[in-house]
Structure formats: C-alpha cells, structure tokens
C-alpha cells in the first residue's frame, strides 16, 4: 500500500478500491498501515501531497499552482491541513523560509 500511495498520492485513488484489487478487507488494510507506519493511510497521502507541494513552490511555483499538481481539488482544505503540518498557512511559511 505504501509504494502505491507514493507513487499515486496525487490522484483520486480510493483505498477501497485498492483492497478490493489486493482482495484484502479495507479494514485490515489501514489498521495494519497505521501500526506499521504510525499513521493512517489517508494522512501519510495528505503528508505526501504538502510536502510535495512544498518542494513545488521551492521551484517557484505559486501555492495555487502547488496545491492543485499534488492533487488538493479545494485550497481551504489545503491550508487546513497545511497548518495542521508545519503551523503556518502556506503564505506564512513561503514568505519565511522562500
């Protein structure tokens, strides 16, 4: 599961459909990402998708730009969960360290 999301964690991929493909329980399948990683499946994806964007707009790219490439559809849930990881919105940190 992991090597999938790193290599689809900006697409719209549902895990559901994935355990089906691996005939696994969806279940079974986050319970047993979450105690081998230390986080659900869903936030090692939303984890991907930030930094990535920040690597995004280390190239230059604006945050607008970023956020949609690495798969985010609505930018209040980008920032949300921006925040959430570096405790700044994207505007506070690209001004700060770019």
């Given amino acids: 599961l992991k090597i999938f999301l790193d ?7 549902g895990l559901s459909e994935y ?4 005939r696994v329980s ?17 936030e090692y994806k ?3 998708r930030i930094f990535r964007a ?3 707009m280390r ?7 970023a956020l949609y490439l690495v798969g985010f559809s609505n930018p209040s849930l980008f920032i949300r969960n921006f925040k959430n990881y570096l405790n ?3 505007h506070q940190y690209k001004s700060k360290v770019f």
């Fill in 7 to 13: 290599k689809n964690y900006c697409e719209k991929a």
């Fill in 19 to 22: 355990a089906k493909k691996n």
């Fill in 26 to 42: 969806r279940v079974v399948m986050t319970r047993s990402f979450t105690q081998t990683y230390g986080i659900s499946p869903i």
């Fill in 46 to 48: 939303i984890k991907l």
């Fill in 54 to 56: 920040l690597a995004y």
């Fill in 59 to 65: 190239e230059g790219m604006s945050i607008t730009e």
């Fill in 88 to 90: 700044a919105s994207p």
